[in-house]
C-alpha cells in the first residue's frame, strides 16, 4: 500500500530561488494538508485541501509562499523567493475527509542558504 | 491559553514503568481526537484515535474528558522503542473546513 509520497526528500538551494515540493496524497483520501515543522516553531499548518480547494491557508507565513492541487492526486507547495528562515522540514499529509486521522508523507528537508 | 496544551517534558522513566501524559484543549466544541509519535528526524505516525468511551490498544490507552477538556495517554510497561514525542491534535469539527490542531508535543525517554 503506497502511503503519501513526497519529494524531492532533501532540497538545498540558495536565497532567492524558487523550490517547489510535491506531494502524491493517499489514493482516495479527499484532504490534504501542508505542514512545516522547526525547532523553534514544531508542527505548523500551513494550509490544506478539500476535494483539491484550499479550505483555509492562514497558516502560510507570507506572499512568498503558495500552494496548489491542480487534481486528487498531485499538490505543489511553492516557495519564491525563498530565504534562509525557510528551512525546515516540510510535511504533507492526506486523510479521508478533514476531521479523520491524517497520514503524513517522509517530509522535505529544505535547507536555503 | 494555547488551544492545545500539552507538558513538553522530557519524561525520562525506566523500561517496563508506566507511563502517562495529558493533552488539555480549549474549544469545548472539539469532536475528534488523536495521539501521534513522531521519531527523531520521522514523520509523525497515528498511534491511536481517541474515542469517548476510551480505547485500548495493547500496551497504549487513551482516555477523553469532556468535561475537563483533556485527552490522555498511558503506556503501561514502556520499551525502549517507547521512546519518542507525542503529539495530540484535536479537531473542532465535522465539516471540511474544521480546524486541526496538533500540541507541540511530550518528549518521553525510556531508560534501561
Known amino acids: 500500500d503506497a502511503g503519501v509520497i513526497q519529494s524531492p526528500r532533501h532540497e538545498v538551494t540558495e536565497m532567492g530561488q524558487e523550490v517547489t515540493l510535491r506531494c502524491k496524497p493517499i489514493?482516495?483520501?479527499?484532504?490534504l494538508f501542508w505542514y512545516r515543522q522547526t525547532m523553534m516553531r514544531g508542527l505548523e499548518l500551513l494550509i490544506y485541501f478539500n476535494n483539491n480547494v484550499p479550505i483555509d491557508d492562514s497558516g502560510m507565513p507570507e506572499d512568498r509562499f503558495s500552494a496548489k492541487m491542480p487534481n486528487a492526486s498531485f499538490s505543489t507547495l511553492k516557495i519564491q523567493p525563498s530565504e534562509p528562515r525557510d528551512s525546515a522540514v516540510y510535511f504533507c499529509a492526506s486523510s479521508l475527509d478533514t476531521y479523520y486521522e491524517q497520514y503524513f508523507g517522509p517530509g522535505t528537508r529544505l535547507t536555503v542558504t | 491559553r494555547k488551544e492545545v496544551e500539552q507538558d513538553p517534558g522530557p519524561f525520562n522513566v525506566p523500561e517496563g514503568a508506566t507511563v502517562a501524559f495529558n493533552c488539555t484543549y480549549s474549544?469545548?466544541?472539539?469532536?475528534?481526537f488523536f495521539w501521534y509519535r513522531q521519531d527523531c528526524r520521522k514523520e509523525p505516525k497515528l498511534l491511536m484515535s481517541v474515542y469517548s468511551s476510551g480505547n485500548e490498544d495493547g500496551r497504549f490507552t487513551a482516555q477523553l474528558n469532556r468535561a475537563s477538556q483533556y485527552i490522555s495517554l498511558l503506556i503501561r510497561d514502556s520499551k525502549l522503542s517507547d521512546s519518542a514525542t507525542y503529539l495530540c491534535?484535536?479537531?473542532?469539527?465535522?465539516?471540511?473546513?474544521?480546524?486541526?490542531?496538533f500540541g507541540s508535543g511530550t518528549r518521553l525517554s525510556i531508560r534501561p
Open positions: 474549544n469545548s466544541a472539539s469532536q475528534s
Open positions: 491534535v484535536v479537531n473542532a469539527g465535522y465539516s471540511s473546513a474544521s480546524k486541526i490542531i
Open positions: 489514493s482516495g483520501h479527499n484532504s
